[in-house]
């Protein structure tokens, strides 16, 4: 290896994955997205006898990165999918998707118009902490994603990611010892909590739940700081720690959260445990 040389990543140049629909792919991703087709490779396999005839072709996604296909020659596809919503109901083949980068929440609203004008089913805008999409699929049932950025990602966030993951790991292996997986986030919650007692020299047993201080988050530390019922504090310039006397209840359409916004309330970490968590209502109580 040269020593010399510096290593880094520049940009994403191309995703890939298989079609089993030429026509109708070159199609929505020409005609409906509006992507140049900017170049196609039609090759006679690819070394070993396997390996069967294809072409290869990529359409422009903007900023020097394209998204192509391989088009495999007489192979049969996959058993066919039933036609699905845009809406994540098969988690793990939905994971893989492709995901674009809208101007504004207005470019964003006009894509999705644009799209339900051609026919395309589009989902409702969704909120996920620091962006909005709208998600629909292409003719092979992918999950295609276009996205706008609702604030830049802060240090903040590099650090309490990297908490998290470790919260996490550190929860998986404590129940590979019992034998155990880790089934629920609130066991990932609870880990990352007792990081962050202990980084911040926290005490006690009251119930309480750190909140990353960040945009999407400033209506749970405000709800807080106007209840009586709860202590809020600031262990970290990166965090609050909200604690209950006896317990802690938040109700999202008074914090006006969107729902997966919602659902992701303790990614901070967790003092305590969930009593109840449903679609508007959570209340925690000491563990």
Known sequence: MNQSVSLGLHGVDHTARPTWKLRETVEFYRDILGLPLVHTISARGWGPKTH?????FFFDSGNGSTIAFFYYLGEAGPAERPSMPPTPDDHVFDATHTA????SNEQLLSWKAMLEEKGVEVSSTTQHELIESIYFRDPNGYFIEITVKLRPLQSLDAQDAALTLQAAIDAERAAGKAALPVREIDAVWREK???LS???GVA???PGIFIPALAEFASVVEAAERDTECKVSRPSTGYFLIEGKTALEFHRKELGLKPAVWYGLFTGGLRGRIDTFDKDRVRVVAA
């Open 204 to 206: 006690g047993d009251a």
């Open 100 to 103: 674009w980068l809208a101007d």
């Open 52 to 56: 069967p005839d294809f072409l290869h």
């Open 198 to 200: 202990g980084k911040f």
């Open 193 to 195: 909590g007792r990081l």
